[in-house]
């Protein structure tokens, strides 16, 4: 369940839905955390297939710039926040739809590195996208590692991202990540916020 803060922002915990397809609803920005834009797979509400994933600083809801209800639904992989963006003038309209279009092409590429190719490299790209690039390979840190691995989306949506096993997915995180710590117990998904949009905007 989301919780509506007073501006208008919506406060996401890992694997909540967002939005359903055929909903209703303004255009959000991404404050933190990476949603997922999938669609219905078979008649089985709860089988999706995921299309594109928006990280902090991204718009979703891309629909509310043409008044149309949403096409794809859309779950928060990580803790996220969305902030309602206000279409005030027909300028601004068009401003954003400049900012989408990018965006589409930036996130087409993402997806497409998250689906082919050999699963480890899938998977790393992932970790890129969660700002973890620098923990990649490197030996040793197992409390910074348990801290990573907590972050991380849970299991089977991370298999599903980058379109393999679970059991896959382990051993390509097996080798891509430091062992976790003895006491760590079961990897675990994560109350951790991802890179904020204005951190990443000062980075950038």
Known sequence: MSCVHLDGARVFARADTVWLPGDLGPLWRVAYGIVCLDRPQ???????????LALPGDLVGLEALCDQPYRLGASAITPAR??????????????????????????????????????????????????????????GGTAHADTIRASLPRLRELASVVDAKTETVCRALARLLPPRSRRSGPARCAVFPLVTHEARTRLS
Not at 42 to 52: E, K, L, M
Not at 106 to 115: E, F, G, K, N, Y
């Open 42 to 52: 078979g008649v089985d509400p709860d089988v999706s297939h995921p299309v594109q």
């Open 82 to 139: 969305l902030e309602p963006v206000v279409l005030d003038s027909l300028a601004t309209r068009e401003s954003l739809l400049q900012q989408a279009v990018m965006q589409l092409q930036c996130r087409s590429l993402d997806i497409a590195a998250l689906r082919t190719g050999p699963v480890p490299q899938r998977v790393a790209h992932v970790l890129r996208l969660l700002g973890h690039e620098s923990a990649l390979g490197v030996l």
